[in-house]
């Protein structure tokens, strides 16, 4: 019932830029948070920027300075920015989204990935 797409992953320079999208298909204002999360290889999945319904934003410490996570209600994305990439930021990048109530365990939705490749 709910779907997540991610997009935009690819082969990049090191220093270089690219920009993930996450289509929804609910109105992101439905989920309480979207997260961006990563796994490298042989690694375990880490969160790497996070964003509440009210927009606020928090970020892992290896992607402050460099990623912004951001969103366009219209389009029902979210979108993360990376720039400065180096190659430890390569790994599977995946979209999650959250439904939480008052009276219920959270609702966690997750994408099928896409894979970022920085190359040194």
């Known amino acids: 019932q709910v779907q997540l797409v991610e997009s935009g992953g690819g082969l990049v320079q090191a220093g270089g830029s690219l920009r993930l999208s996450c289509a929804a298909s609910?109105?992101?204002?439905?989920?309480?948070?979207m997260d961006w999360y990563r796994q490298a290889l042989g690694k375990q999945r880490e969160l790497v920027a996070t964003?509440?319904?009210?927009?606020?934003?928090n970020y892992a410490d290896s992607a402050k300075g460099r990623f912004t996570i951001s969103r366009d209600n219209a389009k029902n994305t979210v979108y993360l920015q990376m720039n400065s990439l180096k190659p430890e930021d390569t790994a599977v990048y995946y979209c999650?989204?959250?439904?939480?109530?008052?009276?219920?365990?959270?609702?966690?939705?997750w994408g099928q990935g896409t894979q970022v490749t920085v190359s040194s």
């Open positions: 964003i509440t319904r009210d927009g606020s934003t």
């Open positions: 999650r989204s959250t439904i939480a109530t008052v009276i219920s365990s959270p609702r966690y939705y």
């Open positions: 609910l109105s992101i204002g439905s989920f309480n948070v």
